[in-house]
T-cell receptor
Framework: DVKVTQSSRYLVKRTGEKVFLECVQD?????MFWYRQDPGLGLRLIYF?????MKEKGDIPEGYSVSREKKERFSLILESASTNQTSMYLC????WGSGANVLTFGAGSRLTVL | GENVEQHPSTLSVQEGDSAVIKCTYS??????FPWYKQELGKGPQLIID?????GEKKDQRIAVTLNKTAKHFSLHITETQPEDSAVYFC???????????????FGSGTQLTVLP
C-alpha cells in the first residue's frame, strides 16, 4: 500500500559529509518534490521536478541539489552537510492534470548532522 | 509571494469537544486551500480542501470555512477523538483546481492533542 517510499528514515552524518536522500514512488506520477519540515516553520519546498532530468528550485534550494534520472526516483543531495541542515525531509509526488495539487507524501527522513 | 500564518501552534482539547485551527493568507489571488494531517511517524495526508468559490465544505466531523474578504480560513473538527491527535497544516495556492502543488505555501502547523 506504500506509494512514496523514503528509504532512510533516520540518518546521522558528520559536518562536511555528502548525503543522499532517496525517494521512490510507484504511482507513475510526473511531479516530485522535496520539502524540509522544521518546528514552527511548516513545510518549505527545496526542489521540484516535473519530468525526468528536469528540476526547478523551490524556496530554499541553497546547499542542496537533486537528481531525477528515472521517473519514479527523486534524490536529494547535500554536497557538504552542515549542522543547520539537521531536519526532517519529506518527499512527495503528484500527477499532471487532475490531482496535480494533491501531494502524496512519504513518511520522511530525519537527518541529524553532527 | 504568498504568506500563510497558522494559529494556534498547539491545541489541547478534551475528547468529544470541538477544535478550531485558523489560518490567514496574504495574497488575494489565492484560490485553493487544502488541509493536511500528519500523524506521528507518517507523512502529511490531505484531509479536506476548499476552493475560493465555496464558503464552507464538510466531510463528516471535519469542516473548512473560507472568508475571502478577511483572507482567512479555518478547520473545524467536531466530536474529537484520540485518533484526531496529529499535526495539522493549512496551505494556500493560486493554482486553483488545476494548479500545481508547486504553488502551495504551507502554514507553520498546529499540534492537536485530544485528551481522553
Amino acid at each position: 500500500d506504500v506509494k512514496v517510499t523514503q528509504s532512510s528514515r533516520y540518518l546521522v552524518k558528520r559536518t562536511g559529509e555528502k548525503v543522499f536522500l532517496e525517494c521512490v514512488q510507484d504511482m507513475d506520477h510526473e511531479n516530485m518534490f522535496w520539502y524540509r519540515q522544521d518546528p514552527g516553520l511548516g513545510l518549505r519546498l527545496i526542489y521540484f521536478s516535473y519530468d525526468v532530468k528536469m528540476k526547478e528550485k523551490g524556496d530554499i534550494p541553497e546547499g542542496y541539489s537533486v537528481s531525477r534520472e528515472k521517473k519514479e526516483r527523486f534524490s536529494l543531495i547535500l554536497e557538504s552537510a552542515s549542522t543547520n541542515q539537521t531536519s526532517m525531509y519529506l518527499c512527495a509526488s503528484t500527477p499532471w492534470g487532475s490531482g496535480a495539487n494533491v501531494l502524496t507524501f512519504g513518511a520522511g527522513s530525519r537527518l541529524t548532522v553532527l | 509571494g504568498e504568506n500563510v500564518e497558522q494559529h494556534p501552534s498547539t491545541l489541547s482539547v478534551q475528547e468529544g469537544d470541538s477544535a478550531v485551527i485558523k489560518c490567514t493568507y496574504s495574497d488575494s489571488a489565492s484560490n485553493y486551500f487544502p488541509w493536511y494531517k500528519q500523524e506521528l511517524g507518517k507523512g502529511p495526508q490531505l484531509i479536506i480542501d476548499i476552493r475560493s468559490n465555496v464558503g464552507e465544505k464538510k466531510d463528516q466531523r471535519i469542516a473548512v470555512t473560507l472568508n475571502k474578504t478577511a483572507k482567512h480560513f479555518s478547520l473545524h473538527i467536531t466530536e474529537t477523538q484520540p485518533e484526531d491527535s496529529a499535526v495539522y497544516f493549512c496551505a494556500a495556492s493560486m493554482g486553483g483546481s488545476s494548479g500545481s502543488a508547486r504553488q502551495l505555501t504551507f502554514g507553520s502547523g498546529t499540534q492537536l492533542t485530544v485528551l481522553p
